[in-house]
């Protein structure tokens, strides 16, 4: 039973002077039904009542924090969002204990549940979240029963036939050069109540950015342009965004993303992105998820895989906070991509892993794993602490700020796949070395726990096959990926290369998970000082815990091209200092919240517009 007060809130209805009252229903209710018709409804209105309030509980978090935004309450955004994250497990839960006690039938007949599940549609009908609600039920289902996982489809969601972006666009019509007076009102869309350090400044710089852009795309003096802009802010971190694009007759649509900040003198546009390999990093499932002011979900999914359509829709889903309905999403596209290739998993490229088992189809855009039994013979680290401690650092990963720099897993529990997706020798390989996890059931393969990432390259062999240009700039941004993930308190003390991967737009990331750590927990030596053929065993190596020598950092990471290592060094020499990495520690365990830029500097307006449109006429083309 909900905490904050005596009975669950399953409707509100109207007094005869059109006010509301709430109508409640809680465990007494459940407990004086005898009739087996009456308790049915009882629990349908006991689940309805749970999940209204998970719902509304979770569409108030995207509002606090805007609000937190706009007052510079940092360390507030980092405790919303880990709270988001985990409000759907509390509100089932929650609903969980109450039945378990007062509807023990729930349990052991089949038959309740169904007549169950039939009442609470009637319940959700015409609802826009009801695909969302009926997920809701079937994760009770699986608390309740141990149930496999399968993707809970409510195909009579409101939704449905109804799916648009335009329904969360709002327009603005203009013509080319597009002026700051346009970018001002686009400025509006997330309705900020902070005060702007120089908004008319900002849209101008905008606007020149913008126009910028239109030119090199052929766009004309006079052409007529529609700015389609969704009527709503994304906030993560310490930014906020402005998502929407630009249409011109006869033109594909051109994505437009405005990064705005807030520091002590008052809001201000940091960048302007337009191409979608630009949006696609600033929305990878690599960082934390966004809060989105708007609630049409269906929409923005669809409208984000229309700008960035080499991201699957599933991962969409995901990056708004909807991962229930990606979870779903992303298993459809999975047996998609089987049906239309006909390819079957096999062993995924790269090092076979010592705690993991990667698989994956060769066209497919994902990556699964499970976890073995027991490490393989190269196991680096003593004693093997099991499968579900592995399986709380993924979910240590995923419930993280992931910094644009660690890849998200979507993690799902007893749930089965086709045995003909399988080949003999990846199923043989699972049924002998994950046999805690993996088990045939009939035509399917029942996993206790799968991971599921997006696919990358592994850096490794990407350092074999790329050109030398793409190469350094692999190696530029594993550096940024290392200090990116210390700067949110994860430390990967297996620092070997075949950890890190590339994606299709050129950055790396942490992949594999079981060796992470919070950095604030590891102890930063050095034997830097010793001198040369010095016999004694230094202090360091006597100590419990993590140990970490920055100075041989080098070492693991499997950069064999000598120019590469020297490259990485005269790019990151503060990773190889003890300095940097204490002073890390102190500003985490001070409760200092990092600035996360997911865009490239040069995108930034003020660094950049005012030296590529330093000429004369640029102020008459923005005004």
């Not at 195909?155 to 335009?166: D, I, Q």
């Not at 990093?281 to 966004?290: D, E, I, P, R, W």
């Not at 999403?329 to 790269?350: N, W």
């Amino acid at each position: 039973m909900s905490d904050a007060r005596n009975g669950w809130v399953d409707a509100l209805s109207r007094r005869g002077d059109g006010t509301e009252e709430e109508v409640t229903v809680d465990l007494s209710d459940l407990y004086g039904a005898i009739d087996r018709e009456e308790r049915i409804s009882v629990v349908a209105r006991l689940v309805h009542a749970a999940f209204d309030e998970y719902y509304r509980e979770s569409r108030a978090i995207p509002l606090e924090v805007k609000a937190a935004f706009e007052t510079r309450r940092w360390p507030d955004i980092v405790a919303f969002s880990k709270n988001r994250l985990a409000r759907y497990s509390v509100g089932v839960e929650r609903i969980i204990e109450d039945l378990k006690s007062g509807a023990p039938e729930l349990k052991r007949d089949e038959a309740f549940w169904k007549a169950l599940e039939a009442r609470y549609l009637k319940l959700i009908e015409g609802r826009y979240e009801a695909d969302l609600a009926f997920a809701f039920l079937y994760s009770i289902r699986r608390e309740l029963f141990e149930d496999v996982w399968k993707p809970a489809v409510y195909a009579a969601t409101a939704a449905e036939g109804l799916v648009h972006p335009a329904n969360v666009l709002r327009r603005f019509e203009t013509t080319m050069p597009m002026r700051g007076a346009v970018i001002a009102e686009v400025l509006d869309v997330a309705g900020f109540s902070a005060p702007w350090r120089d908004k008319t400044t900002d849209a101008r710089l905008a606007a020149m950015e913008i126009n910028r852009t239109l030119l090199r795309v052929g766009c004309d003096d006079g052409e007529r342009l529609t700015v389609e802009m969704v009527e709503a802010g994304f906030y993560r971190n310490r930014g906020a965004y402005l998502l929407g694009r630009i249409l011109s007759e006869g033109r594909a649509p051109i994505p437009l993303l405005i990064a705005v900040l807030n520091n002590p003198h008052g809001l201000y546009v940091d960048a302007v992105l337009m191409e979608s390999d630009q949006l696609q990093y600033v929305f990878s499932s690599t960082l934390a998820n966004f809060h989105v002011t708007n609630p049409r979900y269906h929409e923005l999914a669809t409208f984000l895989h229309e700008l960035m359509p080499k991201r699957p829709l599933g991962t969409h889903y995901s990056t708004i906070g909807f991962n229930h309905v990606g979870k779903r999403a992303i298993m459809d596209e999975i047996a998609s991509e089987h049906g239309r290739s006909g390819e079957r998993f096999t062993t995924a490229a790269g090092f076979r892993g010592t705690v993991a088992i990667g698989f994956s189809a060769p066209s497919s855009a994902y990556v699964l794993k499970v976890i073995r039994d027991r490490p393989t013979e190269g196991y680096k680290w003593g004693s093997f602490a099991g499968v579900d401690a592995v399986l709380d650092k993924y979910r240590l990963v995923h419930d993280a700020d992931r910094a644009g720099s660690m890849l998200d897993n979507v993690l799902y529990s007893n749930v089965t796949l086709r045995r003909e997706l399988f080949s003999d020798a990846l199923l043989e390989e699972l049924l002998a070395d994950a046999s805690k996890t993996v088990s045939p059931h009939g035509d399917e393969v029942l996993f206790r726990h799968l991971i599921v990432q997006m696919k990358m390259i592994p850096l490794t062999i990407y350092l074999d096959q790329a050109g030398p240009d793409d190469r350094r700039r692999a190696v530029l941004s594993l550096g940024d990926c290392i200090k990116n993930n210390a700067a949110v308190n994860i430390f990967n003390k297996d620092l070997d290369g075949r950890n890190y991967g590339v994606s299709p737009i050129g950055r790396v990331y942490l992949f594999d998970y079981d060796a992470v750590e919070p950095l604030t927990e590891v102890k930063i030596r050095t034997n830097v000082g010793r001198e040369e053929g010095e016999e004694d065993v230094p202090d360091w190596f006597f100590e419990d815990g993590t140990v970490f020598l920055p100075e041989e950092m080098m070492t693991g990471l499997r950069i064999n091209d000598p120019e590469l290592r020297r490259l990485f060094k005269t790019a990151h020499p503060q990773l190889m200092s003890v300095d940097y990495w204490e002073g890390m520690q102190r500003a985490l365990c001070e409760g200092k919240v990092p600035m996360v830029r997911s865009y490239p500097s040069e995108r930034r307006l003020h660094r950049h517009v005012l030296k590529v449109y330093g000429g004369a006429g640029t102020k008459d083309a923005a005004e």
